[in-house]
């Protein structure tokens, strides 16, 4: 299995910048897409943004332009820039790491941006 640790969340003025990070450990080789999704309050999970083992990006249409996912040299971070936040990004952040036999979940980190 893959176990996941997401840091970095916190609170933010409107138009900020925060970058979240996801450390993984455990069998990563078998993650093949590592992702970030969130949770808004009374709102279901959505997908922010993925990133393959090949380095492929996939964003959501309302965090295109800018939040930028990316992997760390050592293959086993993964983070997320987030800039010109807005309150509509509030919500608690999840790491996913998804691959043959693997769908793993951290624990979440909490963004709320607000003035």
């Known amino acids: 299995q893959v176990q996941l640790v997401e840091s970095g969340g916190g609170l933010v003025q409107p138009g900020g910048s925060l970058r979240l990070s996801c450390v993984a450990s455990?069998?990563?080789?078998?993650?093949?897409?590592m992702g970030w999704y969130r949770q808004a309050p009374g709102k279901e999970r959505e997908l922010v943004a993925t990133?393959?083992?090949?380095?492929?990006?996939y964003y959501a249409d309302s965090v295109k332009g800018r939040f930028t996912i990316s992997r760390g040299n050592a293959r086993n971070t993964v983070y997320l820039q987030m800039n010109s936040l807005k309150p509509e990004d509030t919500g608690v952040y999840y790491c996913n790491g998804r691959g043959p036999g693997v769908n793993s979940w951290g624990q979440g980190t909490q963004v709320t941006v607000s003035s």
């Open positions: 990133i393959t083992s090949g380095s492929i990006t």
């Open positions: 455990g069998n990563i080789f078998s993650t093949i897409v």
